[in-house]
């Protein structure tokens, strides 16, 4: 669960870049928003997945499964995941089936 910055880009953490320029499987809640972040420090992940309110339930069996064998970051459009979308849920499930998630703290 990677924080992001809200407003300025320029905010971001040097830990949540490392974290980002490493994970091999990056989800992300609005895609445009999510892009441009990326897209400004030049991190290219192999693959972008979209977890948002309405396709968390589906999503989230497959990040489960992702998870057994790979790492996996989430970002929002702004903040925090899990205060105001679904990564609470996700977390939940996590929770639930002993995977570790780590929160890496944003601006």
Same mark, same amino acid.
């Given at each position: *669960? !990677? &924080? =992001?910055?809200?407003?300025?880009?320029?905010?971001? =953490?040097?830990?949540?870049? /490392? @974290?980002?320029?490493?994970?091999?499987? @990056?989800?992300? /809640?609005?895609? +445009?928003?999510?892009?441009? $972040?990326?897209?400004?420090? +030049?991190?290219?992940?192999?693959?972008?997945?979209? %977890?948002?309110?309405?396709?968390?339930?589906? *999503?989230?069996?497959?990040? @489960? +499964? $992702?998870?057994? =064998?790979?790492?996996?970051?989430?970002? =929002?459009?702004?903040?925090?995941? &899990? !205060?105001?979308?679904? &990564?609470?849920?996700? @977390?939940?499930?996590? %929770? /639930?089936?002993?995977?570790? !998630?780590?929160?890496?703290? &944003?601006?």
């Amino acid at each position: *669960m !990677v &924080g =992001t910055p809200i407003g300025n880009l320029g905010d971001i =953490t040097m830990r949540a870049l /490392e @974290v980002l320029r490493k994970a091999p499987i @990056v989800l992300v /809640e609005k895609w +445009e928003d999510s892009v441009k $972040l990326l897209h400004h420090f +030049e991190i290219r992940p192999p693959q972008i997945l979209k %977890y948002h309110d309405r396709n968390f339930q589906v *999503m989230i069996p497959k990040i @489960v +499964e $992702l998870l057994q =064998t790979s790492d996996v970051a989430f970002i =929002t459009s702004a903040g925090m995941p &899990g !205060v105001s979308d679904p &990564g609470a849920q996700l @977390v939940a499930a996590c %929770y /639930e089936l002993g995977i570790a !998630v780590a929160p890496i703290p &944003g601006p």
